[in-house]
Nanobody, 124 residues
């Protein structure tokens, strides 16, 4: 059973930076995605960034491309999301997600495991 624990959320002013971490335990899979999603109040959960573990391919949503960077430390079984130039609209609960197989990286049904989420609040 894979368990995902996020950390690093908090409050920051617009233009600032935060780094989220997601530590995975019980993860013995060498395929699939390690990804970040977010959900703002009243909105659907959306894919932010994904790291395909088998090939190292990386994907970003258009709304964060150029500002966010996803990375994976295999030795620590931890995936990071470096968020720069944060905007008010980045405010959301951010979730780490793990899929065992491939599929659409931004589709919720692709994922088998989810973390509990960490709040990111961007203020003016």
């Amino acid at each position: 059973e894979v368990q995902l624990v996020e950390s690093g959320g908090g409050s920051v002013q617009a233009g600032g930076s935060l780094r989220l971490s997601c530590a995975a335990s019980g993860d013995t899979y060498s395929t699939g995605y390690m990804s970040w999603f977010r959900q703002a109040p009243g909105k659907q959960r959306e894919g932010v960034a994904a790291f395909y573990t088998e090939t190292g391919d990386i994907y970003y949503s258009d709304t964060v491309k150029g500002r966010f960077t996803i990375s994976l430390d295999n030795a620590k079984h931890t995936v990071y999301l470096q968020m720069n130039s944060l905007k008010l609209e980045d405010t959301a609960v951010y979730y780490c997600a793990r899929s065992i197989w491939g599929g659409g990286w931004a589709e919720l049904r692709t994922y088998d495991y989810w973390g509990q989420g960490t709040q990111v609040t961007v203020s003016s």
